[in-house]
């Protein structure tokens, strides 16, 4: 039969919004960071400036703008990275989508495995593991070497069919047994919650796609394909 996954993206989906502009304020608000605050707008005004011209698509200019967030860490350690994000998750765990997360503990009941796969900053992602129980966790790395942010790494942003890959990736080694033996994925049977157009390809990969609040373009496709749509409140 092979074993059956739930998929859930972040962003629009566990939690109903935007939590790139949400950590852009924490820069704001953290005491140490309001200097990369206003360093990132200096940096992003051009790109944006593009986006709203629609002289860039919307996928560039969110991993332009994933990309100039995560080196304003330049120069931190890993513990001073980690803490910007936790001060950061403590202002949003409870604005979780109850919703969907009522959906993920069940189907965690039911065996399946849960996995956590988003664009999002991996630390942040990491933190909200802490709460939630993913078996695995799939984001955006912010690169560190010797418990330093390194600006030589590149940074890659997941995205699209990028979280495919991840997501095939990380089943590899995680679901050999203790023995090594290989273990088979049933999709048919698998789940993915996602909220975004750009999540097609992780939601075509299963039998059963939820799409949560979604984006008009997923909505039009999620209608047409007879897809399941969770509101809130639902």
């Known amino acids: ?53 629609k002289l860039m698509p919307k996928f560039m200019m969110r991993e332009k703008a994933l990309k100039t967030f995560v080196r304003l860490f330049k120069g931190l350690t890993e513990k001073e990275i980690y803490s910007f994000f936790e001060y950061a998750y403590a ?43 993913f078996d695995i966790v799939i984001g955006s790395e912010i690169p560190i070497t010797s418990g330093r942010f390194d600006e030589q790494k590149e940074i890659v ?5 990028k979280k495919v890959k991840e997501l095939e990736s990380a089943l590899d080694k995680y ?3 203790e023995r090594g033996t290989e273990v088979e994925v049933n999709w048919n049977d698998s789940a993915a919650y996602a909220d975004s157009q750009s999540d097609l390809p992780v939601l075509e990969l299963v039998g059963n796609p939820v799409c ?23």
């Open 1 to 53: 039969m092979g074993k059956k996954i739930a998929v859930f993206d972040f962003d629009g989906t566990l939690y109903p919004f935007e939590t790139f502009t949400f950590l852009i304020k924490q820069l704001k608000k953290q005491k140490g960071f309001q200097s990369r605050y206003y360093s990132f707008n200096l940096q992003f005004f051009t790109t944006y400036a593009k986006y709203k011209l």
């Open 91 to 133: 202002d949003m765990k409870d604005r979780v989508n109850n919703n969907v997360l009522e959906e993920l503990h069940k189907l965690k009941e039911q065996g399946y495995v849960i996995v956590l796969v988003s664009g999002a900053v991996k630390p942040l992602l990491e933190i909200v593991g802490r709460d939630i129980p």
């Open 157 to 161: 942003y997941i995205q699209g069919n």
């Open 175 to 177: 679901l050999p047994d």
């Open 212 to 234: 949560v609040s979604p984006e008009p373009k997923l909505r039009v496709i999620a209608e047409e394909r007879k897809w399941r749509i969770l509101e809130p409140n639902c």
